[in-house]
């Protein structure tokens, strides 16, 4: 009601009061409550509804009304934070399972995104390996970490044989260089020994023999190849090979 009229309406309450009057006064107040209920107006309710109290304190009717609309109220209110609650609670669940699911997009594209490895290529396998270990520790809480985790395996078994068969081949290659070089020294001893005697062709075809079967590096290349183009001209000119392969 307006501030004038509940005035007015008090100022008759009082008078019905001092007239002997108060039942009628307490049915005018629990119709306008039951007028206000009608129309949503759970509030100006309850206020009819203790108008009703302070004027007749017996009517348990009254009071049990307010207190059934105070407690719809809270548990509305409880509702409806319930509701907001939840609400906000499959927001955040669906904003969480968005982001993991972009997250494991994007980390999905970096693993695909790492260097190759090629085939007989420890280099290129320690490589793919290290990427791999970067790109796990970087991300632990990764879906495709168990895919990850089975290729580290897999890379790792293939670098040791490849490993293993480097060693070898090192091995093979350092014996096989060994051999060249004796063999080098044999045909360069027989080389010396064809210059003392005089012998140009035997020291030429000894001097090529040694050539030919020296490493890359040798350290006696470099005199041999300077004492071929002496023999060659000498043998053309017809001098001695007095000095030569000394």
Known sequence: LHPEDRKLDHELASLMQRSGNA???VERYMHRAEEALAEGRRDEAIQW?????AVDRSRRDAARMIRDLQYEHAARRRAWRRRVRLAGLVLFLGAAVAVGVWREMWINEQYESLPPTVEGSAESFRARLAA???????????IGAFR???ERAELRAVITRLESVEAREGLASRIE?????????SHRVRYRQAVERGDIEEALQYLDLALEVAPPGWE??????ADRIALLALQESG???EGVGR
């Open 23 to 25: 039942d009628r006064l």
């Open 148 to 150: 990850a985790s089975q």
């Open 220 to 225: 006696g290349r470099a005199r041999l190849e």
């Open 239 to 241: 001098g001695t090979l």
């Open 132 to 142: 791999v270990d970067g790109l796990v520790e970087r991300n632990p809480l990764w």
């Open 177 to 185: 260089e060994a051999r060249r070089r004796d063999e080098a020294e």
């Open 49 to 53: 509804l203790r108008e009703v109290l």
